[in-house]
């Protein structure tokens, strides 16, 4: 059994929560009827359900097992996900002009969430041993900043660059709580601001979506297509929503409703109430996981459970904020919501992480 501490129910009451009504709702949005006129068989779903129960195996192993041997393992796992990174270059699935996905039977991998899970875990561990050496760029640099470019490049290459802008923010999470110079910190954000800058702008299709979430309406059969769409999911909603089911976005007018834009059929069934109490467990998980890191017994546990937060709490950011026109649209699933195994066995992962270092936290005001 899991070690229930109170600090622990801050985050695995919303993470269960998210959980519970992703699956709800992949269920809702695969339900549809298909070009051939056949039902859609749930089979969205049924994967779900699958990788939601390999996932609560992968949240009890880490709830278990002690997150300082996790830190000193870490170098394998980004190793791997290395690897795995550049393999899906030459034998990745590619699907919307990108290649992501890595085929093993019948699963369907997505090294970037391995990565950005691994990276996450060394650069929080690696902080924690040098602590002081920090002041000096060059430990700073090697090999933390180092294995993020590197990691950040190989998303690009697929192309990623909403996993790599995720893998980034959580790292400069990371850094500023870490014994990080303010000037070197300000340096980071700067060049990590201009090169984000540059590959936003670097693509024609980047360029479009970057500019057509300011007015999605100036080409509304292109790039502001599936924002419009998505206006009209959640504008049909209303404060109550059309009732669990009855979204008829979902029916092809909104493309990827059950990943990507799995928030926009929830504002659409479940209104204004649905989406804002989405909102409002990522925020209980955001208020948990930081209490968590403030509790901490020492500073890789701090390190850890804020920079495994920040992963989650940014990258639902990321997606709400593309699916309500804040943001341009990334790609960038919602966390424990959104239809895709490798995301969510990584978050039940992260879950599982903030457990275990919860149950070693220390009382605190």
Not at 92 to 100: L, M, P, Q, V
Request: charged share 10%.
């Amino acid at each position: 059994m899991i070690n229930k501490t109170p600090l622990a129910y801050l985050v695995l009451i919303p993470s269960t929560a998210l959980l519970l009504l992703g699956l709800v709702m992949v269920f809702s949005a695969d339900s549809v009827v298909g070009p051939n006129m056949q039902v859609g068989g749930y089979h969205a779903f049924l994967d779900q359900l699958m990788w939601a129960g390999l996932g609560v195996i992968v949240l009890i192993f880490f709830a278990k097992f002690d997150y300082h041997k996790v830190g000193k393992f870490s170098w394998a796992a980004v190793i791997l996900s290395f690897v795995l990174l550049a393999l899906v270059l030459f034998m990745g699935k590619s699907a919307y002009g990108a290649r992501r996905w890595i085929v093993i039977g019948p699963l369907n991998l997505q090294p970037t969430e391995i990565a950005k899970f691994a990276l996450i875990i060394f650069a929080a561990y690696v902080l924690s041993v040098k602590s002081e050496r920090l002041k000096q760029f060059g430990h700073l640099f090697f090999p933390v900043l180092l294995f993020t470019i590197a990691g950040a490049g190989l998303m690009l290459v697929q192309p990623d660059l909403g996993s790599a802008l995720v893998l980034c923010f959580a790292v400069m999470v990371v850094l500023a709580i870490a014994k990080t110079k303010s000037s070197h910190l300000f340096a980071i954000g700067a060049a990590g601001s201009a090169g984000a800058l540059f590959f936003a702008l670097s693509a024609p299709y980047r360029r479009a979506r970057l500019f057509s979430f300011v007015n999605p309406w100036k080409t509304p059969k292109g790039a502001g297509y599936q924002v419009i769409q998505s206006y009209i999911a959640l504008g049909s909603g209303n404060i109550k929503g059309l009732g669990l089911g009855m979204s008829r976005q979902k029916f092809s007018y909104l493309p990827n409703a059950h990943t990507d834009f799995i928030f926009s059929i929830i504002g659409e069934e479940l209104g204004i109430a649905g989406t804002v109490t989405v909102v409002c467990l990522v925020a209980l998980l955001a208020y948990g996981g930081m209490r968590i890191a403030r509790s901490a017994p020492d500073e890789l546990g701090r390190l850890l459970a804020a920079g495994i937060t920040a992963l989650i709490v940014i990258q639902a950011l990321v997606n709400m904020g593309g699916v309500t026109g804040l943001l341009p649209i990334t790609g960038v699933p919602l966390p424990l919501v959104s239809s895709g195994g490798s995301s969510l066995c990584v978050s039940l992962a992260c879950v599982g992480i903030l457990l275990n270092i919860a149950a070693h936290s220390r009382a605190k005001g």
